[in-house]
């Protein structure tokens, strides 16, 4: 049994939905059409695009030639969901075939899905980074480890499994195949790293609190409430300095990487009166009802955990310098993804 990675930037929920993976190169005819091997994939790329380097078409046959030929049924996949940056696994469960009447990505792997949107926090940043590898389609070696605990893990929380994925790679030496500090890798690293501390580092308590200054940081006056369990409202923000114009803001946080659910978010918009509007904060996503409720419900906005990353790397220097001591950053310059390709 291999693991495999798959990146796929163009398609969505039809991955999970209809149960397979794919790769684009929509120009060439069926895979399995073409003869030869690796050999006859390079001469098919070298018609679709004469102007190529050798460099680049020998590349972009061996990914076909790992899609079409390597991958076996019954091999693990490791697909990064870019959406909302979680990750799901499943298991190859048949030939490589050609969905001729889809617009894009019509090669294609049915892969029947285990575990869908596992956040990343679950995984070390080394398997992480691996899985942050340039290419479309290529082999896990050095943390599938991580990556099969959790394919078999029984656990119900993203905690539980987290902590059987940390057990198994207690004795598990760590390296990368692939150490290029490249541009795209080191910013997924520096987002896993953001999410990873608004999670292990601060307390849930903390977290309303950090919450309340981000929304300061984007030029709102916000405050805490009185904390409870209760899963009332956490933050009120509003534009204006005493908080007496409208609107104002209802803001519901959750300290946790999971799925928030529909009748949470309800639970939240049942508090929202007239003239006002709510905002769910979570590190995790929400399940398809509850995005759901924000498409029909005006004045609602569901922040997911990327979500909120994207907003603290925008408004870093804004953010107080308690904030930035528990998510230090700095800026650098690297290497173009491009270079070398």
Same mark, same amino acid.
């Given at each position: 049994?291999?693991?495999?990675?798959?990146?796929?930037?163009?398609?969505?929920?039809?991955?999970?939905?209809?149960?397979?993976?794919?790769?684009?190169?929509?120009?060439?005819?069926?895979?399995?059409?073409?003869?030869?091997?690796?050999?006859?994939?390079?001469?098919?790329?070298?018609?679709?695009?004469?102007?190529?380097?050798?460099?680049?078409?020998?590349?972009?046959?061996?990914?076909?030639?790992?899609?079409?030929?390597?991958?076996?049924?019954?091999?693990?996949?490791?697909?990064?969901?870019?959406?909302?940056?979680?990750?799901?696994?499943?298991?190859?469960?048949?030939?490589?075939?050609?969905?001729?009447?889809?617009?894009?990505?019509?090669?294609?792997?049915?892969?029947?899905?285990? $575990? *869908?949107?596992?956040?990343?926090?679950?995984? +070390?940043? !080394? @398997?992480?980074?691996?899985?942050?590898? #340039?290419? =479309?389609?290529?082999?896990?070696?050095?943390?599938?480890?991580?990556?099969?605990?959790?394919?078999?893990?029984?656990?119900?929380?993203?905690?539980?499994?987290?902590?059987?994925?940390?057990?198994?790679?207690?004795?598990?030496?760590?390296?990368?195949?692939?150490?290029?500090?490249?541009?795209?890798?080191?910013?997924?690293?520096?987002?896993?790293?953001?999410?990873?501390?608004?999670?292990?580092?601060?307390?849930?308590?903390?977290?309303?609190?950090?919450?309340?200054?981000?929304?300061?940081?984007?030029?709102?006056?916000?405050?805490?409430?009185?904390?409870?369990?209760?899963?009332?409202?956490?933050?009120?923000?509003?534009?204006?300095?005493?908080?007496?114009?409208?609107?104002?803001? $209802? *803001?519901?946080?959750?300290?946790?990487?999971? +799925?928030? !659910? @529909?009748?949470?978010?309800?639970?939240? #918009?049942? =508090?929202?009166?007239?003239?006002?509007?709510?905002?769910?904060?979570?590190?995790?996503?929400?399940?398809?009802?509850?995005?759901?409720?924000?498409?029909?419900?005006?004045?609602?906005?569901?922040?997911?955990?990327?979500?909120?990353?994207?907003?603290?790397?925008?408004?870093?220097?804004?953010?107080?310098?308690?904030?930035?001591?528990?998510?230090?950053?700095?800026?650098?310059?690297?290497?173009?993804?491009?270079?070398?390709?």
């Amino acid at each position: 049994m291999n693991v495999w990675g798959v990146h796929n930037d163009s398609l969505t929920t039809e991955l999970v939905d209809e149960g397979f993976i794919s790769v684009g190169w929509d120009g060439l005819p069926r895979l399995d059409s073409i003869p030869n091997g690796r050999d006859g994939l390079k001469r098919a790329l070298d018609a679709l695009y004469p102007d190529a380097k050798p460099r680049s078409i020998a590349g972009q046959a061996g990914i076909l030639a790992r899609f079409r030929d390597e991958i076996a049924v019954g091999d693990v996949i490791v697909a990064p969901y870019k959406p909302d940056s979680t990750i799901n696994i499943g298991i190859v469960s048949g030939a490589y075939y050609f969905e001729a009447s889809a617009e894009t990505h019509r090669h294609r792997r049915p892969v029947e899905w285990k $575990k *869908v949107g596992l956040p990343r926090t679950i995984f +070390t940043q !080394s @398997a992480l980074y691996e899985i942050g590898s #340039v290419l =479309t389609v290529f082999r896990i070696r050095n943390h599938d480890e991580e990556f099969l605990t959790a394919l078999g893990s029984a656990a119900s929380s993203p905690e539980e499994v987290s902590e059987q994925v940390s057990h198994a790679v207690e004795s598990q030496e760590e390296e990368d195949s692939d150490n290029t500090p490249r541009a795209s890798r080191i910013a997924r690293h520096t987002r896993d790293f953001v999410l990873e501390a608004l999670h292990r580092n601060i307390t849930h308590r903390e977290f309303e609190e950090f919450t309340a200054a981000l929304l300061r940081a984007l030029g709102y006056q916000a405050r805490v409430t009185q904390y409870s369990q209760d899963g009332g409202v956490d933050v009120i923000a509003h534009r204006d300095p005493l908080g007496v114009e409208p609107p104002q803001i $209802k *803001v519901q946080c959750k300290h946790r990487t999971g +799925t928030t !659910s @529909a009748p949470e978010v309800q639970q939240l #918009v049942g =508090t929202q009166g007239p003239g006002e509007l709510s905002l769910f904060v979570t590190l995790g996503t929400y399940s398809r009802d509850a995005l759901a409720i924000e498409r029909q419900r005006p004045g609602l906005r569901l922040l997911t955990g990327e979500d909120l990353v994207t907003l603290v790397l925008e408004n870093y220097a804004a953010l107080p310098e308690e904030w930035r001591n528990v998510i230090p950053l700095t800026k650098v310059l690297v290497v173009a993804d491009s270079v070398g390709s």
